[in-house]
């Protein structure tokens, strides 16, 4: 069966001789169109597939549960508990029931205590994927995009689905179609709605549900900073230490760069955390097996894939990035030094590719923090030393206020998203 895809797949993608010509401004909306018919015919045999599976393994034993929710929502894996914890905990307050279903078997979430509020691991891969996509439900909130598009469709069976922000980026960082079929998406700030609105223009599609709710994830991370973190970051060490936290795909700098420039830092003997995203370890295991085997000589780093990046955030004193949404995790809650590094981004596949502007990051990087050239990443250490002595500390009073300004007016909601979004459920719920 699965032969048989990938040869339909082939034989609609590969590119046959034509002589004709294509103007700029309508290659993009064409070339997108011919990866949206592409994809619903491979993604709806797919589906089929996937019921066909469902039915199969009924047989064997392997059970596929009918119960018809009201609310559930669905977590690819213990990095995202943090974006749904603030939400549940407001649910639970309200005493409103809802089921937490997860695809990690390591999921804090699973540890949940509460009368109204359930928690159940689901499996990974295929098995979550045939349970979701014969699941029962008014309501299913989650943080993963590309419903319908990829391997999660819509079930049937579920009245409304709705998506939930785990980063403030702009929608046009993510994939091609990755917020078509959601009947409503919450939303981190302004940015997000246009970018939405945009998209829903250019492929003249239903409007959908907009919600200005905030980023539940950014508001848990800061109450634990105010609770916990300030008086750890204040604690004075000897030696610097630079937290790496990039993307993943196209525009991931350890992909573009290697692992040369973070040889540099540490011959200059910082310490260095590299974090990549989580995303990395599932689709470039290569690529990170690679860098890691290149610096496996120095004692100054350390490699951090834990479910949960604070102690990472907290412990380092600068951090260096790309496009990634940890950017703003490090400026807008830590308040602490940030580099990005400026080089020729791939947005081809992705919605960006198809928007009019370019996405939100691109013209806030500069302001929330230092951005450098490719060039000058190799010579990193000299601007890491000029962001942090005493000099430029003296500017941070003013900086610090033009960020939390940066922060207000960029981010909805911020502390209170959690339960903005918990009663916008609700009212969701109501109208069904």
């Known amino acids: 069966m699965k032969r048989k895809f990938l040869a339909l797949f082939l034989c609609l993608s590969y590119p046959s001789l034509a002589f004709a010509y294509i103007d700029p401004g309508s290659s993009s909306m064409l070339l997108s169109a011919l990866v949206g018919i592409i994809a619903t015919v491979f993604f709806g045999m797919k589906g089929l597939y996937y019921k066909k599976k469902a039915f199969v393994l009924s047989l064997f034993g392997v059970k596929i549960e009918k119960s018809n929710h009201k609310l559930v929502f669905y977590s690819e894996g213990g990095h995202y508990w943090r974006t749904f914890k603030p939400i549940l905990e407001a649910l639970d307050k309200k005493g409103i029931e809802a089921i937490y279903l997860t695809s990690g078997e390591d999921d804090e979430g699973l540890n949940l205590k509460s009368e109204y509020i359930s928690a159940r691991f689901i499996g990974n891969g295929k098995r979550a994927h045939i349970y979701l996509n014969t699941l029962e439900a008014k309501v299913c909130a989650m943080t993963t995009p590309g419903l319908d598009v990829l391997q999660i469709r819509r079930s049937k069976a579920v009245q409304h689905y709705t998506y939930i922000p785990h980063s403030p980026i702009d929608m046009g960082k993510y994939k091609l179609y990755s917020f078509d079929c959601f009947d409503s998406v919450f939303l981190s700030g302004a940015h997000q709605e246009k970018s939405i609105r945009t998209l829903e223009a250019l492929r003249v599609s239903e409007a959908k549900q907009l919600i200005n709710a905030g980023c539940p994830y950014m508001d848990e991370l800061g ?111 830590f308040e ?97």
């Open 223 to 333: 109450a634990r900073f105010e609770s916990a973190g300030k008086k750890m970051a204040s604690s004075k060490k000897q030696t610097r230490t630079i937290l790496i936290a990039p993307t993943w795909g196209k525009n991931n700098l350890l992909k573009v760069f290697g692992a040369k420039p973070i040889r540099k830092l540490l011959e200059r003997d910082y310490e260095v955390i590299i974090r990549p995203h989580p995303q990395s370890y599932q689709a470039e295991p290569e690529l990170i097996k690679e860098i890691k085997d290149e610096l496996c000589s120095f004692g100054k780093i350390k490699w951090d894939n834990s479910p949960d990046n604070f102690d990472s955030l907290l412990r380092s004193d600068i951090l260096i990035s790309d496009l990634s949404g940890v950017v703003f995790d490090y400026a807008f809650i």
């Open 336 to 432: 602490k030094p940030v580099i990005t590094i400026a080089f020729e981004y791939d947005f081809i596949g992705q919605e960006a590719y198809d928007l009019p502007f370019e996405v939100w990051e691109l013209g806030i990087l500069d302001k929330i923090g230092k951005r450098i050239s490719a060039d000058e990443f190799i010579y990193a250490a000299d601007v890491i030393e000029s962001l942090l002595t005493d000099k430029h500390k003296k500017q941070e009073l003013s900086e610090l206020r033009e960020l939390r300004e940066l922060r207000e007016k960029n981010l909805y909601n911020y502390r209170l998203s959690g339960e903005v979004i918990a009663n916008s459920l609700v009212e969701i719920m109501r109208e069904l």
